[in-house]
């Protein structure tokens, strides 16, 4: 059995100092990316953290009125806490866990899509936040679904349309990309 593990920041300045790998359409996961020891007590063969980091930055006049506000949001993996059993994962597997890195990234760029609908007001820390709560809940429910309905990878075919799903969705968004 695979699982994954969302990690979630808040804010960017709340990061741990740990490496992380910022998702591109030109890098693939390899198992050399996956640092973390794998536990042994556990049926899973691999893990794949990943997560969405958020920060902003708002700008008031001298009486706490909002003039404007900036926002970042990153897809990352999370080398030092993903890992993998040798024995029991292949590339089959490793394509698998990519996706999960992928459906990250399309969680970032409608997290990103949401924030550039939102107008400027007295309220927008309260929306930024709210919208990244949302986001956090959605990308956890698919990253879920996509585990269950693949049965971990093992289901092939079905593993082959949420990859065709996934890759669909990213490009639909494809302005919106890291």
């Known amino acids: 059995m695979l699982k994954f593990i969302l990690l979630f920041c808040g804010f960017l ?7 992380v790998i910022s998702w591109s359409e030109t890098y693939k996961l390899s198992w050399a990316d996956f640092k973390s020891k794998p536990n042994n007590n556990e049926s899973t063969a691999a893990i794949t953290a990943s997560g969405i980091t958020f920060g902003f930055s708002i700008t008031q006049t001298d009486k706490n009125q909002v003039l404007s506000f900036t926002s ?7 080398p030092k806490q993903s890992w993998y059993k040798v024995e029991q994962t292949d590339d089959h597997v490793l ?7 992928d459906i ?4 970032a760029r409608k997290f990103r899509e949401r924030i550039g609908k939102l107008k400027v007001s007295n309220n927008i820390r ?13 990308l956890a429910e698919i990253q879920n679904a996509y585990d269950n309905e ?23 968004l494809a302005k919106y990309k890291s």
């Open 13 to 19: 300045f709340f990061q741990q100092d740990e490496p």
């Open 126 to 138: 309260r929306e930024l936040k709210g919208v990244h709560q949302s986001i956090n809940k959605e």
């Open 150 to 172: 693949t049965d971990y990878s093992r289901n092939y075919e079905t593993q082959a349309k949420w990859s065709a799903f996934i890759k669909s969705e990213l490009q639909k």
């Open 95 to 101: 394509g698998h866990e990519q996706l999960h890195f």
């Open 104 to 107: 990250t990234e399309l969680y």
């Open 72 to 78: 970042e949001v990153h897809a990352h993996f999370y």
